[in-house]
C-alpha cells in the first residue's frame, strides 16, 4: 500500500489549493479515503473521509462548507479541495486508507491504517 500526497504549498487567506494523493498497492474502489493534518505542537486530526460504498463524505466542523474531498477510482487518485483557507489551517496534511483483508463501508477515522508521507500547507499573508 502506497499513497503519495502532493499540492501543498503557501497561499495567502482566502486563497484556495487542492491536494492529490495517488495510491497504489491496493483497489481503491473498495475502500474509504481519508485526509488528516497535524499542526505544529498539535495533534493529528481527522479532516475529511469519503466513503468506498456510497461515496458518502464527513468533515471535521472546522472546515465544512469549505474542504471538498472527491475520489477518482479510475485513476487512483483522492483529492481535497481547500477553499477560502485561513492561517489556522496550516499543518501537514497526509491521506490515509482503510485498507484491509474486505472491503469496508463507511468512513470512521479511527480505520485509517495507512498513510502517505505529507504534504506542506501554510497559509499566511
Known amino acids: 500500500v502506497q499513497l503519495q500526497a502532493s499540492g501543498g504549498g503557501l497561499v495567502q487567506p482566502g486563497e484556495s489549493l487542492r491536494l492529490s494523493c495517488v495510491t497504489s498497492?491496493?483497489?481503491?474502489?473498495?475502500?474509504?479515503m481519508g485526509w488528516f493534518r497535524q499542526a505544529p505542537g498539535k495533534e493529528r486530526e481527522g479532516v475529511s473521509c469519503v466513503s468506498s460504498s456510497d461515496g458518502g463524505t464527513y468533515y471535521v466542523e472546522s472546515v465544512r462548507g469549505r474542504f471538498t474531498i472527491s475520489r477518482d477510482n479510475a485513476k487512483n487518485t483522492v483529492y481535497l479541495l481547500m477553499n477560502n483557507l485561513r492561517p489556522e489551517d496550516t499543518a501537514v496534511y497526509y491521506c490515509?486508507?482503510?485498507?484491509?483483508?474486505?472491503?469496508?463501508?463507511?468512513?470512521?477515522?479511527?480505520?485509517?491504517?495507512?498513510w502517505g508521507q505529507g504534504t506542506l500547507v501554510t497559509v499566511s499573508s
Open positions: 490515509a486508507t482503510d485498507f484491509g483483508p474486505s472491503p469496508t463501508y463507511g468512513c470512521s477515522f479511527s480505520r485509517f491504517r495507512y
Open positions: 498497492g491496493f483497489t481503491l474502489d473498495y475502500y474509504a
